[in-house]
């Protein structure tokens, strides 16, 4: 049973970060309707980085977390303007694109920091336990799921409650009618890659505490948040963290009833599913470059 | 007209360099290596290539080069198949795979087939990874034997014998499968798929089978991408599910496509024989690690500076679509 209660739990903080990274894809993906095969990666970028400050220049995790989100931002305006020089046809050149930029920066992290597994560890502190229930809460948890789950209210209030948002969330619901309301779609779109950066950012150091990082490992965050993407549908917040939910708990009781190593078929299987049922998310009728 | 002199004499200019380079220097032992592996990747390139020109594009070829791989190794080692016989049926285990997803994947298109074949690249790794007791896993399987010799007719070639052999039984390979490409794009079949990647409804208006000429597409791409993985296993002397399964594997050939010009018979061909070797000789030694780096900036560079890839240069009339 403790077991158990303790897979909900991790599936649970996982689901939340999983909310993080398709939060930042999903933003992105509204606005340009490219599918950025290198999120995984810029990813990565944060967490090597965050690595980097501290380990080689000792400074305390803690600080790392508001450089990662100055510097992505930066990074993601870089892929704005790459974007938006891309010849036609738009969709597959995106692809094309960006997985040819997810190989450059996994070069560039195999070429800086080797193919070795690099982790950021810190202290590991019990910050809640119920012993009758065996469950135990650590720092590392407490983090992560504190981390995510504030980014993604902090969008979601952003989103929902304030003018700038409805602006976006108009952008990413159909560009030509917001432009003719009068919103400037251009400025709407350097908002979602700026925003889309912070929760990059944020993503990085969280991942690199938690999960190992490994120059090849972005594909995997990149597939989960473009499942999370297509289940919830494009801008939509609130569904995003339904489906960042099930899918953490899927994987994590799927880890739990037949091994930690069977976890990545469920994502592949999942995407698969949801592109067969749901082909058409993006809407055939706002398919803007 | 000196262009059009130019392209008639380009894919002469190309066999001189294949055949002559290597013959003018018979001890370079490592250009034989690296010319011998850029015609493996030219026909991994033009395999995949053929799927391409029905307007799909797959980012999980990996998920057939692995299977075919794998297939191979484990149809000798526990049914004691011999090599080719082996190889050939790992082929088929592959377009088995493909045409597996020419059912579940009918309807999609674009961006979404891609996606849903980075995906199907997925399945097979994790299950090889865990499947221990019969593929020994992440451990993958080492002490692989070279290729034995080819026996045709009355004559054995010495295929393994050295790299020199290999690199003309490789040779060999590149030129069927050039072959094969080149009916893919002008045969009646080829202008078939033409018309699909064109204008799939209109096509299908003109009375041309869309399904059935894509499916052919998809198996023959997925066969040939296949039987390369089973090449590879005996090239390498070992396979791990990350090596064989792997994104690389899965990027090489659109890479080389998109650079050499994916409309054109000898595009996937000169983007493998040019790039490859420059990445080899040239960049490896200066940068050991991250040098593979050079793929992903000649993709992007050749999306944005000449969309129709190299080979597009030596031609008089264009035929890009």
């Given amino acids: 049973m403790g077991i158990w209660l303790q ?31 290198a999120h995984g990666d810029f990813i990565l970028l944060a967490g090597y980085l965050a690595f980097a400050l501290w380990h080689f220049w000792h400074l305390p995790f803690y600080w790392t977390l508001p450089v990662c989100m100055l510097v992505l931002p930066v990074a993601a305006l870089a892929l704005r303007e790459l974007l938006r020089r891309l010849p036609a046809p738009f969709e597959l050149n995106s692809l094309v694109v960006t997985f040819g930029l ?40 407490a983090l992560l799921l504190i981390g995510s789950l504030a980014a993604t209210l902090a969008v979601y209030v952003f989103l929902y409650w304030t003018f700038v948002g409805k602006a976006l969330r108009a952008t990413i619901q159909n560009r030509e009618s917001a432009a003719l309301a009068g919103i400037r779609v251009d400025q709407m779109q350097l908002l979602a890659f700026a925003v889309g950066g912070v929760l990059l950012g944020l993503a990085g150091p969280l991942m ?3 999960m190992y ?44 009833a037949i091994g930690s190593s069977w976890r990545e078929l469920v994502s592949a299987l999942v995407l698969i599913l949801i592109l067969v049922w749901r082909p058409n998310v993006s809407g055939e009728h706002n398919i803007a470059p | ?20 380079g290597p013959v003018a220097f018979p001890h370079a032992e490592v250009y034989f290596l690296v010319f011998g592996l850029a015609c493996f990747y030219a026909a991994l390139a033009m395999a995949w290539n053929i799927l391409a020109l029905s307007g799909l594009f797959s980012l999980g070829h990996g998920a057939f080069f692995g299977l075919g791989a794998y297939a191979a190794v484990l149809l000798q080692q526990k049914l004691f198949l011999p090599t080719y016989p082996a190889v050939l049926a790992g082929g088929l285990v592959g377009a088995l795979y493909g045409l597996l997803w020419g ?24 299950i090889v990874d865990n499947w221990e007791s019969f593929t020994s896993g992440s451990m993958g399987i080492v002490g692989l034997g070279r290729l034995p010799a080819l026996d045709v007719e009355i004559i054995a070639l010495p295929v393994g014998a050295g790299l020199r052999s290999q690199y003309y039984f490789l040779f060999a390979w590149m030129l069927l499968v050039m072959l094969l490409h080149r009916h893919a794009l002008l045969s009646r079949w080829g202008w078939a798929l033409r018309a699909i990647r064109d204008n799939e409804v209109a096509a299908e208006v003109l009375g041309v089978n869309v399904y059935g000429c894509r499916l052919a597409a998809l198996g023959l791409s997925a066969f040939l991408t296949s039987v390369c993985g089973g090449l590879y ?41 040019v790039l490859y070797p420059f990445d080899q000789l040239i960049l490896q030694p200066w940068l050991p690690q991250g040098h593979a780096a050079v793929y992903g900036l000649v993709i992007i560079l050749t999306i944005f500076f000449f969309p129709q890839g190299l080979a597009t240069w030596f031609r008089t009339k264009s035929t890009i679509s």
């Avoid at chain 1, 909310?19 to 095969?37: E, K």
């Avoid at chain 1, 810190?122 to 469950?135: R, Y």
């Fill in chain 1, 102 to 141: 997810a190989i450059v920066l996994q070069n560039l992290f195999l070429a800086f920091f080797s193919a070795d597994y690099r982790l950021i560890l810190l202290p590991v502190t019990v910050v809640f336990e119920l012993p009758a229930l065996s469950l135990l809460v650590t720092a590392n948890q």
């Fill in chain 1, 7 to 37: 897979g909900v739990l991790s599936g649970l903080s996982l689901g939340s970060f999983y909310t993080l990274l398709g939060l930042g894809f999903s933003l992105i993906f509204g606005v340009t309707r490219a599918f950025n095969l």
């Fill in chain 1, 208 to 210: 690199a505490t938690n």
């Fill in chain 2, 1 to 20: 007209m000196k262009r059009a002199n130019l392209q008639r004499a380009f894919p002469w200019l190309m066999v001189l360099l294949m055949v002559g």
């Fill in chain 2, 103 to 126: 059912l579940v994947f009918k309807k999609l298109r674009g961006a979404y087939f891609a996606l849903a074949t980075l995906a199907a690249l997925e399945i097979p790794r994790v």
């Fill in chain 1, 213 to 256: 990082l490994h120059p090849a490992g972005g594909l995997e965050p990149t597939l989960i948040a473009i499942i999370l993407t297509m289940a919830a549908g494009i801008g939509r917040t609130g569904s995003l963290l339904w489906a960042g939910w099930l899918l953490g708990l899927a994987e994590s009781l799927t880890a739990l």
């Fill in chain 2, 233 to 273: 296993a005996h090239l390498m002397g070992l396979i791990e599910p990350a090596m064989v399964f792997s994104l690389h594997i899965a990027a090489f050939p659109l890479i080389l496509s998109f650079f050499g010009g994916r409309f054109a018979v000898l595009g996937p061909l000169t983007g493998a024989l």
